[in-house]
């Protein structure tokens, strides 16, 4: 903890910069953004207080696609698009966030009701994470933030989750010496977004966020899902990870996926179970005649593509691992081919982006398709060339280059001891 105008000598002086390197790619690009935002602070409230710095990742999914709602398995990375917040502990129970990307109203720690006109409101995923870390039997109390983000927000890079993990954070780390899991930083940001936010959904977005570095999520169990952390970048196996904003009717891609969600959930009940994850493979494919002339066969190449990606990600894992580059780009071959197949609205945006990759690298649906984004793993070599040409189809700034970031959410100031 130091004072507003000292952290700002240190970045202006570079003495920064080994920390902001392990998090980001580019460290001096980040020191403007980190002195702006102690700026902001200092003239909302005092440059003479003293301050915590902190950092939560988004996060990017690689494969997985509409698995984890049937019980299936992810693979993600968080990246190195992140919510930073300025925080100084107050000796109140009123919570404060300032931000020049939204307005938001003070949380009184000390009131938890559920209020149904906050829900879809960033107030009500605060009251929900303060509801959630006080039945976990841990403290709570006010602070004062500011709050900037550079998390693309549509873009199915999980910016609520973002927000939602750096919150319950500041929480562990001012009034709960840092003991809160990462397990439960997420689960927090889930129980406040499911309940007081009124959005369904699982962890796999808050988990991204909290763990930090590649991983692979295993929904067997979708209120306690296991993880395993996997080293390395994909940058060291020769790619770099693009992201491109095709700019489709979002109204349709949401209904796309939530008519797959819908439809997997029925073909899981036609065996008696309740998700895809319990049925047996072996069976489905047994069954295909007959399940023909109960179904659609979008649905059934839906399922074909869940069973598929749920094998495959194990096998993705071990490749990451051993640096096998041959083996992991066959594998994201095939997760690519099958997530085309299960979102028909964005084969334009895919044929196009194939087009201009050819042999230099791979694209694929981002996420789970409703926001419109592909996601390209380009050899480092073909980079600036496939970003101009996307750019031309697609506008300009519609093509992000993102990396693998090693840490979760982080207090950026308790890094020094930490590494």
Known sequence: MEQVVRLKERFLAHEMDGILGRLYQDPNAQVDRYVR????????????????????????QLAGMHTDISHGRILASSIDLDTIAIVNK???????????????????TNDTIKRMYEARTL??????????????????????????SDVIVGAGLSALASFEVLIALILSSLYNEGRVSAFDLAKAGQFAENVYYRKPGSMKDQLGCALGGLMALDF???????????????????????????????????????RAQEELKGLAVYFGEEA?????????????????????????????????????????????????????????????????????????????????????????????????????????EAIEDFKEKMDHFFGAGSTKVVHVRPFGCVEVTGLDEVL
């Open 37 to 60: 935002a102690l700026d902001a602070y200092a003239q909302i409230y005092d440059g003479d207080e003293e301050v915590f710095l902190f950092s939560s990742p988004s996060r990017c």
């Open 90 to 108: 107050s000796e109140d129970s009123i919570i404060e966030i300032v931000s020049q990307d939204f307005d938001m109203e003070q949380v009184d």
């Open 123 to 148: 107030v009500g995923i605060v009251r929900g994470i303060v509801e959630y870390l006080k039945r976990k039997g841990y403290r709570v109390g006010g602070f004062k933030a500011y709050i900037l």
């Open 220 to 258: 067997a169990d979708v209120q306690h899902p296991s993880y395993q952390k996997i080293e390395g970048t994909l940058k060291d196996l020769g790619f770099c990870l693009c992201l491109v904003n095709t700019n489709v009717n979002e109204q349709a891609l949401i209904k796309d996926v939530q």
């Open 276 to 380: 895809l994850r319990d049925v047996d493979v072996c069976a489905f494919y047994e069954a295909i005649p007959d399940l023909r002339s109960e179904f659609k066969d979008e649905v059934l190449i839906r399922a074909a593509h869940f069973f598929s990606e749920v094998e495959r990600i194990p096998h993705m894992v071990e490749a990451l691992e051993k640096r096998d580059k041959g083996a992991l780009v066959s594998l994201l071959a095939q997760t690519s081919l099958s997530a085309e197949k299960s979102i028909a609205s964005l084969g334009l945006a895919l044929a196009l982006c194939q087009s201009v990759l050819k042999g230099n690298g791979l694209c694929r649906i981002h996420g789970e398709g409703e926001d419109g984004t592909i996601q390209a793993y380009v050899k480092n």
